[in-house]
């Protein structure tokens, strides 16, 4: 069981490039999010599903694309990076409802320069 | 917004127990209150969740005030693999979790 995965772990990016940040679950969770978490800060959450082809903004939805073709998959599309998007990223799943605590995954850092 | 207010940092001494308080004061009925912790370069990890009943499992225990309006996290016996940020969160939607900036717990041996 592997819980939640993301890939890549670390990566770099020149400003105005884009990329896909990929999370997937094994648990067959019906909600998943994903935050950023910037140097001595909590979590910001950015995106967030609550079932397949459902999906919804967070906090800090801007320069952000998110999709929900199935249940296990749940990737971020950073459209035209910059550097204020430098953070750590996580994703995470947790079955239906309030009653049901999240499982992280161990995070993407992502430097912009 | 968060919605909740905690300390930003609390030291405890090894073995000893530890009590982390959280205000949440706008509190609405159907809030539950969720308490994550996050180890250095780690993801944030479940600890305890609860509504109205203090509750227990093999982490921590959730002590809630009778008015819901502030809840405490109890660690019986504090260990140096404790030390972590504690953020205590409330949602009634288990969908959108706010995370304030946590409590940073330092465990001295």
């Known amino acids: 069981n592997a819980g939640v995965t993301q890939t890549p772990k670390f990566q770099v990016l020149k400003t105005g490039q884009s990329m896909t940040l990929q999370c997937a679950q094994d648990m067959n969770h019906e909600y998943m999010s994903w935050y950023r978490q910037d140097p001595g800060m909590g979590l910001r959450l950015i995106h967030y599903?609550?079932?397949?082809?459902?999906?919804d903004q967070g906090e800090v939805p801007n320069g952000y694309n998110v999709s929900r073709s199935t249940t296990e998959d749940f990737p971020l599309r950073l459209l035209s990076a910059a550097p204020s998007q430098t953070s750590v990223y996580f994703c995470?799943?947790?079955?239906?409802?309030?009653?049901?605590?999240?499982?992280f995954g161990s995070g993407t850092r992502l430097t912009v320069v | 917004d968060a919605k909740t207010t905690q300390p930003n940092s609390m030291e405890s001494n090894e073995e000893e127990p530890v009590h982390l308080p959280c205000n949440h004061s706008?509190?609405?009925?159907?809030?539950?209150i969720h308490w994550y912790r996050q180890l250095p370069s780690q993801g944030p990890e479940y600890v305890i969740h609860?509504?109205?009943s203090n509750v227990n499992n093999r982490m921590a225990s959730l002590a809630i005030a009778e008015d819901r309006k502030s809840s405490t996290l109890i660690l019986h016996r504090a260990t140096l693999r404790d030390a972590a940020v504690y953020y205590c969160?409330?949602?009634?939607?288990?969908?959108?979790?706010?995370f304030g900036t946590g409590t940073s717990l330092t465990v001295i041996p």
């Open positions: 599903s609550v079932g397949a082809g459902i999906t």
């Open positions: 609860g509504l109205t």
């Open positions: 969160i409330r949602t009634n939607t288990g969908n959108q979790f706010y």
């Open positions: 706008t509190i609405s009925g159907t809030d539950y």
């Open positions: 995470a799943s947790s079955d239906r409802g309030t009653n049901y605590g999240y499982t």
